[in-house]
């Protein structure tokens, strides 16, 4: 009896679902408010920032698209960088990658907890929301979410796709209330909504000038709100014809994505002045659905609050099946070990690899939690990823050279010089966008140096490379010919 086998179940819809659901979350609900702590001084520029972040992420996405089609296999970028660029780098970005995306599952996990709270709180159960905002019981309902999306990975396409198309379609629903609601209210109305709520109005509120500095910090957060497209490139063992529907879903969730960010953040700015979020956000994590509940009848912010959650509750299963793939594809190149490569006899999953990486994730959950700022999740996230999209550039500059095999497949923008024009320019920008990321990080002030995510990245890099070494010498002292194993697909 052969061994199962990952299983070509995934179409166009499920594809898209997936690259969404793991953009849409905290990405539109949290980050463009809590900005406002995490880089003071930003002020009313956040959709400019916002704008400005898309551009590395539509390079980014362009240099994936192109990669895919000549190389559709699970574990995408790891398989693109191993094969067009270099074994060692491939590994230890993608190893970056599959660390920063399973911190942030239990970031994204430990965040939807407030949501739930201000559900309570809108139908008046102060108690429950009291109850929610505690350590213990918003640590383990955030786990329990994990698991349960754990389960639902290992269950296959089927019930994946099942799960995360109706709440896509219902996450877009009830988000549409808050643009709809957001561009029909004013600061006026605001103001008045304020009054009439507490009996006062909050005076004295600060002002910011744009400062170039505060507007490079904030776009190189916000470019964390892109990332996602590529776990559709994760996927590539399990899409349907995937040399024409990954670059297709990749090109679809980027459009999608990127309109509704820019109709959603402008919707609430255009409703709640940007210095009262400000303020608010300087005394405790505040969403979107909170912002728009000051303007909203009850049973509408019920609904908003409960689109939000939807959001969050969307990444995890999107982003599990990414970094496990990751995991996967490692295992079969034989630089994990092989038990990870295990496929479900049934449900043709690897459900060894999602199962570690729901327990990485789990680490999120209790990391976000005593470190007390889940920025420091998100950080090593955006850190991760630059470095990924950066590398995924310069193998678009590198495949023609490295391997000319795999080059002469690709069918996505053939012109070899287009191909490059576009690798030097991701190159630059997202090049650009790691400096400034990286000196703001250092420049924070901050209780010890492991809450700046870059010497947590720096630390994890050098574990990667030590796993690779130990590995790739074990394969060499084999006699596996490992030039071979690293110029083909698995």
């Given at each position: 009896m052969s061994n199962p086998a990952l299983t070509r179940q995934l179409g166009l819809m499920g594809l898209v679902a997936t690259g969404v659901c793991s953009m849409l979350g905290a990405s539109i609900n949290v980050v463009p408010f809590m900005i406002q702590r995490h880089v003071p001084g930003i002020g009313p520029y956040v959709l400019y920032a916002?704008?400005?972040?898309?551009?590395?992420?539509?390079?980014?996405?362009?240099?994936?698209?192109?990669?895919?089609?000549?190389?559709?296999?699970?574990?995408?970028?790891?398989?693109y960088a191993s094969r067009g660029l270099n074994p060692y780098l491939g590994f230890v970005a993608s190893f970056s990658q599959w660390f920063g995306l399973s911190i942030?599952?239990?970031?994204?996990?430990?965040?939807?907890?407030?949501?739930?709270?201000?559900?309570?709180t809108a139908l008046s159960f102060e108690g429950l929301a009291i109850i929610l905002d505690s350590g213990l019981v918003r640590v383990s309902l955030a786990l329990l979410l994990v698991w349960i999306f754990v389960y639902v990975n290992i269950r296959g396409a089927k019930l994946y796709e099942k799960t995360v198309i109706p709440l896509m379609i219902l996450m877009f629903l009830l988000g549409g209330i808050v643009i709809v609601a957001g561009f029909s209210f004013t600061h006026e109305d605001f103001f008045s909504a304020i009054l009439e709520r507490e009996g006062s109005i909050v005076s004295n509120f600060p002002t910011s000038d744009f400062q170039l500095s505060n507007f490079l910090s904030?776009?190189?957060?916000?470019?964390?709100?892109?990332?996602?497209?590529?776990?559709?490139?994760q996927a590539g063992g399990e899409a349907k014809n995937p040399t024409k529907k990954i670059p297709l879903a990749i090109g679809l969730t980027i459009l999608i994505v990127g309109g509704y960010y820019m109709l959603f953040t402008g919707a609430v700015y255009q409703a709640v002045p940007w210095n009262f979020i400000a303020e608010e956000s300087l005394k405790k994590d505040i969403t979107a659905p909170?912002?728009?509940?000051?303007?909203?009848?009850?049973?509408?912010?019920?609904?908003?609050?409960?689109?939000?959650?939807?959001?969050?509750?969307?990444?995890?299963?999107?982003?599990?099946?990414s970094v496990s793939r990751l995991m996967f594809a490692w295992a079969e190149d034989g630089i994990f070990p092989k038990t990870i490569?295990?496929?479900?006899?049934?449900?043709?999953?690897?459900?060894?690899?999602?199962?570690?990486?729901?327990?990485?994730?789990?680490?999120?959950?209790?990391?976000?939690h005593f470190a007390g700022d889940f920025f420091l999740g998100i950080d090593i996230m955006v850190t991760?990823?630059?470095?990924?999209?950066?590398?995924?550039?310069?193998?678009?500059?590198?495949?023609?050279?490295?391997?000319?095999?795999?080059?002469?497949?690709?069918?996505l923008v053939k012109n070899q010089s287009l191909r490059k024009a576009i690798g030097w320019l991701g190159t630059f920008v997202l090049t650009f966008f790691l400096v400034i990321h990286t000196w703001k990080d250092l420049n924070t002030e901050a209780a010890a140096w492991y809450f700046h995510s870059t010497p947590i990245w720096l630390i994890v890099m050098a574990i990667a490379s030590m796993i690779f070494y130990f590995k790739f010498t074990q394969m060499k002292k084999k006699g596996i010919d490992v030039k071979s194993l690293f110029s083909r697909l698995p």
């Open positions: 916002f704008i400005f972040a898309a551009i590395p992420a539509l390079l980014a996405a362009m240099a994936y698209a192109i990669l895919a089609t000549a190389m559709p296999r699970a574990g995408g970028s790891y398989i942030v599952i239990g970031v994204v996990a430990y965040v939807t907890i407030p949501f739930f709270r201000d559900i309570a904030a776009s190189a957060i916000l470019f964390a709100s892109f990332i996602g497209f590529d776990s559709i490139a909170g912002m728009m509940s000051y303007l909203l009848p009850p049973g509408l912010t019920v609904a908003i609050v409960a689109g939000a959650a939807i959001a969050l509750i969307n990444d995890l299963p999107a982003m599990l099946l490569t295990k496929i479900h006899p049934s449900f043709h999953t690897p459900y060894s690899a999602i199962i570690l990486s729901g327990a990485m994730a789990s680490v999120g959950i209790l990391g976000s991760s990823m630059m470095v990924n999209f950066l590398l995924m550039c310069i193998t678009l500059l590198s495949i023609d050279k490295i391997n000319p095999s795999l080059s002469s497949k690709i069918t």
